[in-house]
């Protein structure tokens, strides 16, 4: 009787979060920033900075849709692309596309030394080579902006006052793995992070951002440390954010739909690769990890499973979440149906992805392109 009496108390304090995280969801839907042209930037030097390694298959695509957008700029414009010891033929394309417009300066990058990850290197090394005021744009290689990505990127900077805005690509996802797994990544911060104090408040906890597009001002940057400040992060895109907060900046991440699109991970291979490289990170501690995920299980599996057995406040919890992931998907410019039914499956995935990258931390078993992560706890 009282396993019975905790279940129920189980579903009914799982779905009240889950309804809790819609209300959030669908207000930060409404309060969410966007590029935009609503006032025309003024002139200001702007660097382009794009690390690659081993992106023959992305390479022309990313930097072909950068020199139109660069186009549209009307300052000055360094386009900075850091061949980061790739071996698979990237280096060929870079030279080919450098060859063909003087626009591009192209640098080989030098091995990571001790105590950085090789993110955060390439992207030092690329600052290193940016003019030396203004905007810095750092873009990764998967990503292709739109004709108007760097005004109305740049207009939404300035307009704010902020020292960086994160314009998160609308996130391709092709295939179950990746329908699966990749719509959480803007949905996590839309249904738990209150933007509009996220972006007043200068506490680490209240900080998102995405490495794929990150546009930051020069001074400020250099100011926090820049990727100096993280340069043993793995997730080195939320620890920029976080230096900046604490140099007195002010940032947030952005809706980037209309001005950016990567497809991040082909796969479910390599959507376990990604993730496992990162995951055991994100949350602090393997306790942390397993105090998130359980949360997250409690909100969206355990209404659904609830929902299965007749009980009306599981079904409640359960299209809490799915209407959730509705609104996510809406605002984000991805795939709502049928994909938002499967939530719980999502989170389900999420957490095995979780447990498998904790584990393999453990082990001491973490690689990403070539390079050891463990080395840099």
């Given at each position: 009787m009282?396993a019975?009496?905790?279940g129920?108390?189980?579903?009914a304090v799982?779905?009240?979060?889950?309804v809790?995280s819609?209300?959030?969801?669908?207000?930060?839907?409404?309060r969410?920033?966007r590029p935009g042209?609503?006032n025309?930037?003024?002139?200001?030097?702007?660097?382009?900075?794009i690390p690659?390694r081993?992106?023959?298959d992305?390479a022309?695509?990313?930097?072909t849709?950068?020199?139109?957008a660069?186009?549209?700029?009307?300052?000055p414009v360094?386009?900075?692309v850091?061949?980061d010891?790739s071996?698979?033929?990237?280096?060929?394309?870079l030279?080919?596309?450098a060859?063909?417009?003087?626009r591009i300066?192209v640098?080989?990058?030098?091995?990571?030394p001790p105590?950085?990850l090789g993110?955060?290197?390439?992207?030092?090394?690329?600052?290193d080579?940016?003019?030396?005021?203004?905007?810095y744009i750092?873009i990764?290689?998967d990503v292709v902006?739109q004709?108007?990505?760097?005004t109305?990127s740049?207009?939404l900077?300035?307009?704010t006052?902020?020292?960086?805005v994160s314009p998160?690509?609308?996130?391709?996802a092709?295939?179950a793995?990746?329908?699966?797994?990749?719509?959480?990544?803007?949905?996590s911060?839309?249904?738990t992070?209150?933007l509009?104090?996220?972006?007043r408040?200068?506490r680490e906890?209240l900080?998102?951002?995405n490495?794929?597009?990150?546009?930051?001002?020069?001074?400020t940057?250099?100011?926090?440390?820049?990727?100096d400040?993280?340069r043993?992060?793995?997730?080195?895109?939320i620890g920029?954010l976080?230096?900046?907060k604490?140099?007195?900046?002010?940032?947030v991440v952005?809706?980037g739909s209309t001005v950016?699109?990567c497809?991040?991970?082909?796969?479910?291979?390599e959507?376990?690769?990604?993730?496992?490289?990162?995951?055991?990170?994100?949350f602090?501690?393997p306790?942390g990890?397993l105090?998130?995920?359980g949360?997250l299980?409690?909100?969206?599996?355990?209404?659904?499973v609830?929902?299965?057995?007749g009980?009306?406040?599981?079904?409640?919890?359960?299209l809490?979440?799915?209407a959730?992931?509705?609104?996510?998907?809406r605002?984000?410019?991805g795939?709502?149906?049928p994909?938002a039914l499967?939530?719980p499956?999502s989170?389900l995935?999420?957490?095995?992805?979780?447990?498998?990258?904790?584990l393999?931390?453990?082990?001491?078993d973490?690689?990403w392109?070539?390079r050891p992560?463990?080395?840099?706890?």
């Amino acid at each position: 009787m009282r396993a019975v009496e905790l279940g129920h108390r189980l579903v009914a304090v799982g779905t009240a979060l889950s309804v809790a995280s819609l209300v959030l969801t669908v207000d930060n839907a409404r309060r969410v920033r966007r590029p935009g042209l609503s006032n025309i930037p003024a002139a200001e030097p702007l660097s382009i900075l794009i690390p690659m390694r081993d992106e023959v298959d992305t390479a022309e695509r990313c930097i072909t849709a950068v020199l139109e957008a660069a186009d549209r700029w009307h300052g000055p414009v360094r386009i900075v692309v850091l061949d980061d010891g790739s071996v698979d033929g990237t280096d060929a394309v870079l030279t080919r596309l450098a060859g063909g417009d003087e626009r591009i300066e192209v640098r080989r990058g030098s091995p990571p030394p001790p105590g950085w990850l090789g993110k955060a290197w390439a992207c030092r090394q690329l600052a290193d080579a940016a003019l030396p005021h203004g905007v810095y744009i750092f873009i990764d290689a998967d990503v292709v902006v739109q004709p108007h990505a760097f005004t109305s990127s740049l207009a939404l900077l300035r307009d704010t006052g902020l020292a960086l805005v994160s314009p998160y690509p609308r996130q391709v996802a092709v295939g179950a793995a990746e329908r699966l797994v990749q719509p959480l990544l803007q949905w996590s911060w839309l249904s738990t992070l209150p933007l509009g104090l996220a972006e007043r408040s200068p506490r680490e906890s209240l900080t998102a951002a995405n490495g794929q597009m990150m546009v930051v001002d020069a001074a400020t940057y250099h100011r926090a440390g820049g990727h100096d400040a993280v340069r043993g992060v793995v997730l080195e895109d939320i620890g920029l954010l976080r230096a900046i907060k604490a140099a007195g900046g002010r940032g947030v991440v952005a809706e980037g739909s209309t001005v950016a699109t990567c497809r991040m991970y082909h796969g479910w291979h390599e959507v376990r690769a990604g993730y496992r490289k990162s995951l055991w990170s994100a949350f602090g501690s393997p306790a942390g990890t397993l105090a998130i995920t359980g949360l997250l299980c409690l909100m969206y599996v355990v209404p659904a499973v609830a929902a299965l057995f007749g009980s009306r406040t599981g079904l409640v919890g359960y299209l809490s979440g799915v209407a959730s992931r509705a609104v996510s998907a809406r605002c984000t410019g991805g795939r709502t149906w049928p994909d938002a039914l499967a939530h719980p499956a999502s989170i389900l995935a999420f957490t095995g992805l979780a447990v498998d990258s904790t584990l393999a931390h453990q082990r001491g078993d973490l690689h990403w392109k070539g390079r050891p992560i463990e080395a840099h706890r």
